[in-house]
């Protein structure tokens, strides 16, 4: 999935998070947390600030990312809100914390 | 891939996961195109639109999360754009999502006819309780010599023999 991909289904989640929430049969929903598909999981964790549509991990996991998230980005001066994250560290720390993940899955 | 055992009736409809009352909310019935063939609500405190539009709303949130999920699918090779249309059982399909208030729960059938219930967000899977109601659907819509498919469902068995099986869940 490129860049263009990666953005219209974010866009699309969007909007069907905002939706969902539309179609509730009573007050106070707070949109789509947990989407089951027949080969995969999706969560979603939603900060005050941001909504993040997440990945195909528990939820402890995505704790740890937006932990990232801000360590790595929200913090760095050079970074504009809505723009595509293209920051190495960020990245590195990402894939060791999904493989240290993986591994404490199989490991259990 | 989805796949239906037997066509009559199971004798015995799984057995109830939570304490009786009113877990369901509603329930909706589309076919292929859009229409809606059922929509039934037992427990609604909050209407946000009105029918037509919440109709509509409903199909176009399925359609899109359907798309969505053959995209996002890790196992399957690079399927095309979203919103290319998936035939039924194409594809790898979500079968139900849950938001803090409610809990939706999906079933295509290789007809195209869409089964959603909306309950409360602490139920468990319900997809065997969709196929029960669609074996309901089969024997007294789809045998139903009068029912014109493509239409509302007007048939006072069906919606009594669907009440009575949404209470017990």
Known sequence: MDT??????????????????QL????????????EA??????????LTVCEPGTQHMEALLKVVYELYTD????????EMEMPIRCELFDINLTQAVQKDRVALLGR | MQFFGGSEISPSP?????TTGNNAHMIYIFN?????LLYREWNRPLHTLNPQQDHKL???LLFSLKSLAAKMDPTSADKGNLGVPQLPGQGCSFHSFRTNSYKLSFMETPSGIKFILVTNPRTSDLRETLKYIYNLYVEYVAKNPLYTPGTPIRCELFNTAVDQYVRSI
């Open chain 1, 72 to 79: 790595y980005v929200l913090k760095n001066p050079f970074y």
């Open chain 1, 4 to 21: 263009n991909d990666s953005l219209r289904v974010a866009s699309l989640w969007h909007s069907m998070h905002a939706i969902s929430q």
């Open chain 2, 14 to 18: 799984p057995t109830p996961t939570t």
């Open chain 1, 38 to 47: 027949d080969t995969f999981d999706l969560h979603c964790f939603q900060s």
């Open chain 1, 24 to 35: 509730s049969p009573t007050t106070g929903c707070s949109g789509i947390e947990l989407l």
């Open chain 2, 32 to 36: 292929r195109n859009g229409v809606c």
């Open chain 2, 58 to 60: 409903m199909f176009g």
